[in-house]
């Protein structure tokens, strides 16, 4: 019988609850700062400020810090219990949001925006990316990951009538399909939708790349890597676009 939690009185409510997994895979953090690191160049031409926005518990600012000497780098959350977990991973931490008041910064402040796994979770997505170009000055990065609906397995997991991992119709348990944790996901892309998504926002889609997922057994894991090289297949995409 599947047990379930306590309904949350609202979505914000959720992602306050510590319980809720904030952080995601190295390989993915790593991939897509390297990817950051290529695109800003070395701090010797002059640092750059990056907001990794939605930083959650800070683990993927930590892991792209070393990879990005010299670069200033600021979490941005809006859940006080993330925060307080990313300030013992990052210098500076700050809350913000995508709606609502906004991000606490100037326009055209920010050289580079890290959107991890982030915009799966937005209600208005739209939004968000007017305020992340907001910040952006001209002609700065995004670098946004997300689930890729149509992962490899997803394909078949759907043709066996089964839900696709990542998707979630509840956020109180998992229901058709594999896994234990409810993450909170409202919206998934497949990697065409994601690039005409980020396009009609008013960015230039510089490159689209794939990286794997942690939570992929074992023994899949192989497999899980192949696909990157075509990331229509693979499980996470990293989109690196400018704003225009």
């Given at each position: 019988?599947?047990t379930t939690a306590p309904p949350p009185k609202d979505l914000r409510d959720f992602y306050?609850?510590?319980?809720?997994?904030?952080?995601?895979?190295?390989?993915?953090?790593?991939?897509?700062?390297?990817?950051?690191?290529?695109?800003?160049?070395?701090?010797?031409?002059?640092?750059?400020?990056?907001?990794?926005?939605?930083?959650?518990?800070?683990?993927?600012?930590?892991?792209?810090?070393?990879?990005?000497?010299?670069?200033?780098?600021?979490?941005?959350?809006?859940?006080?219990?993330?925060?307080?977990?990313?300030?013992?991973?990052?210098?500076?931490?700050?809350r913000g949001e995508l709606t609502g008041r906004g991000l606490p910064f100037a326009t055209?402040?920010?050289?580079?925006?890290?959107?991890?796994?982030?915009?799966?979770?937005?209600?208005?997505?739209?939004?968000?990316?007017?305020?992340?170009?907001?910040?952006?000055?001209?002609?700065?990065?995004?670098?946004?990951?997300?689930?890729?609906?149509?992962?490899?397995?997803?394909?078949?997991?759907?043709?066996?009538?089964?839900?696709?991992?990542?998707?979630?119709?509840?956020?109180?348990?998992?229901?058709?399909?594999?896994?234990?944790?409810?993450?909170?996901?409202?919206?998934?892309?497949?990697?065409?939708?994601?690039?005409?998504?980020?396009?009609?926002?008013?960015?230039?889609?510089?490159?689209?790349?794939?990286?794997?997922?942690?939570g992929v057994p074992r023994p899949l894991r192989p497999l899980d890597r192949l696909a990157?090289?075509?990331?229509?297949?693979?499980?996470?995409?990293?989109?690196?676009?400018?704003?225009?």
């Open positions: 019988m599947t306050e609850d510590p319980t809720v997994p904030v952080a995601s895979g190295t390989p993915r953090s790593r991939r897509q700062a390297r990817m950051l690191a290529e695109a800003l160049g070395p701090a010797a031409a002059g640092p750059r400020t990056v907001l990794d926005i939605g930083c959650g518990d800070g683990t993927a600012a930590a892991t792209a810090a070393p990879l990005l000497p010299g670069h200033r780098l600021i979490g941005v959350d809006w859940s006080q219990d993330a925060l307080r977990r990313a300030r013992t991973r990052l210098p500076y931490a700050v055209g402040s920010a050289d580079a925006v890290l959107f991890s796994e982030v915009i799966e979770h937005l209600v208005d997505p739209d939004a968000a990316l007017d305020e992340i170009r907001r910040v952006l000055r001209p002609g700065g990065h995004l670098m946004l990951s997300t689930p890729n609906l149509a992962a490899w397995y997803n394909r078949g997991l759907l043709l066996a009538g089964i839900q696709p991992v990542f998707s979630e119709v509840s956020l109180r348990a998992i229901h058709g399909r594999p896994g234990r944790e409810v993450v909170g996901h409202l919206r998934l892309y497949t990697a065409r939708a994601l690039r005409e998504f980020v396009t009609a926002a008013g960015f230039e889609v510089v490159r689209l790349a794939g990286a794997p997922f942690h990157c090289a075509r990331p229509a297949l693979a499980s996470i995409l990293l989109l690196h676009a400018r704003k225009t």
